[in-house]
């Protein structure tokens, strides 16, 4: 395995942002350069501790779902292949894990979408019964399967800060109604068809996040990550049980520890032993081996 990306350097291109995962490139006024690097958060904290390949895990998954859903929705993918836009001394730093897009401008709301009760949407039900004021029924144990996918954005939060959820009248407040209507209806179909997937390859994806932009003429584009186990909760259907949450494929082993060290959650975070280093990409990599093979 190629040694960690903890940050890129591509002194070919302008670097516009660095985020929880990736670094952001401009290639010209109408393309960017996403590199995934092995950096990993928790509780909203970059850790200092990368996991190896684990940027190229998330790059061969989006470019999977992007792929696969292509017909519910254009993606911000140019087709272009990310060698063609950095010199050969950069080939290093983004081999398998850098994509090229176009320039849109992103939304100011994750869409989130839930099957499952879980996460932050348990912690809502369980204090007044609903998820970003949507009612449900009474009596829902944790991790239990909901009647239909529930579409329930938050704000997008800048590093550091928690994004918080927010009612379908504040989405539509902040994005007008008829987009607010197609991100909804774009969100529940890109689940319901990747999450029919996924059950057949022995996972259920329990919740996840989308985000879109818009172009010059106002189409909307999926942008970002698809469905990875970043954006994702990705439960092995065989573990499923309703009262707990499964274990799940993403950087769990990380929280427990985390949890278990007595940190504060505050930066800067404490470095994390090989040993979970090495279990939690290992759980990434078997998610990408089980959705894709």
């Not at 779902?65 to 080939?91: C, K, M």
């Not at 019964?129 to 239990?144: D, H, K």
């Not at 774009?186 to 996840?208: C, E, P």
């Not at 909307?220 to 949450?245: C, K, Q, V």
Request: with cysteine.
């Amino acid at each position: 395995m190629a040694p960690a990306l903890l940050q890129s350097h591509i002194p070919s291109l302008q670097l516009l942002s660095r985020g929880k995962v990736r670094d952001l490139y401009a290639v010209d006024e109408h393309r960017l350069l996403i590199v995934a690097t092995d950096r990993l958060s928790a509780f909203d904290v970059i850790l200092p501790t990368p996991i190896p390949g684990k940027g190229t895990v998330l790059t061969t998954i989006s470019q999977f779902w992007f792929d696969r859903l292509s017909h519910v929705i254009p993606n911000h993918l140019t087709g272009d292949t990310p060698e063609s836009v950095v010199q050969a001394s950069e080939y290093d730093q983004i081999s398998g894990r850098a994509i090229v897009v176009r320039r849109l401008k992103p939304l100011p709301v994750e869409a989130v979408v839930r099957g499952y009760l879980a996460g932050s949407g348990w912690k809502e039900y369980q204090n007044d019964g609903r998820i970003c004021g949507i009612s449900l029924a009474p009596g829902l144990t944790q991790a239990a399967s909901l009647p239909q996918p529930l579409f329930t954005p938050s704000t997008k939060a800048e590093i550091g800060a928690h994004d918080e959820n927010i009612s379908y009248a504040q989405t539509q407040q902040l994005l007008g109604a008829d987009l607010a209507t197609q991100v909804r209806d774009v969100s529940i179909a890109l689940y319901t068809q990747a999450a029919a997937y996924a059950r057949t390859r022995g996972i259920l994806i329990a919740d996840t996040k989308f985000e879109f932009g818009l172009d010059e003429h106002g189409q909307l584009y999926w942008i970002d990550e698809a469905l990875t186990p970043d954006s994702s909760r990705f439960w092995p259907a065989a573990e499923y049980r309703t009262g707990s949450n499964p274990p799940s494929f993403d950087k769990q082993f990380v929280r427990d520890w985390l949890e278990a060290s007595g940190w504060n959650k505050q930066p800067p975070a404490p470095p994390l032993p090989e040993d979970i280093a090495v279990k939690t990409g290992q759980k990434y990599r078997e998610a990408v081996e089980r959705l894709i093979g």
